[in-house]
DNA sequence: TAAAAATACTCCATAGGTATTTTAT
DNA sequence: ATAAAATACCTATGGAGTATTTTTA
């Protein structure tokens, strides 16, 4: 089972949304440009749905990339709700 | 940048709730119980929250563990959502 | 030609498997 | 004694890095 829609990959995604470059999303998450370059390109291949169209330096999303960007944030703020969240009940009886 | 948070734990953990027990999540995961165990554990340990309580063969979610479950159905679905929808958009225009 | 992304390798972390041990009924 | 989870060990996949090449503004 692959991850295909994994926090880590779908930060990559965000960020470089966010910032509009690998390179500047990979400084911002303390990764290289290429491990940038290749979690977007394993949720291109894996999803089988183009995100970015690459015009040279500029990267602009597609159609499906806005799509994906919105669900993103979404699932990216309920896996960091669900980590705070859940210290709350660490110590609670059961 | 520890994962923590992934699809696949996430439904390791989400089948061990439903059946109720490691090894038949492994069956219908196909996987074996010792990955089961391993994904298990590494969330408790990322998390530092034990999920369940082993009390011999029975496995018993702790408070933590029930709000998990509720969150990770969610992030799941919110995923598979993504997934899905991003199909439609595929050959849509930019 | 200078910037940004893609790619070819290399290395290492870890997911997953098999076999075995531990534990509670 | 048995059924289930934990653990020790091994292998393979893929995530991340460096260095280089490709691309286009």
Not at 44 to 55: I, K, Q, S, Y
Not at 71 to 92: K, N
């Amino acid at each position: 089972m692959p991850p295909i829609l994994d926090s880590r990959r779908l930060l990559a995604f965000t960020t470089v949304v966010r910032v509009g470059s690998f390179t500047h999303a990979a400084r911002e998450l303390s990764l290289t440009q290429s491990a940038v370059s290749h979690a977007i390109r394993g949720l291109e291949d894996e999803l089988g749905v183009a995100l970015f169209t690459r015009e040279g330096r500029a990267v602009r999303l597609t159609a499906g990339g806005r799509y994906l960007a919105e669900r993103a944030e979404l699932i990216l703020s309920e896996m960091q709700t669900a980590r705070t969240g859940i210290q709350a009940w660490a110590r609670r009886p059961d």
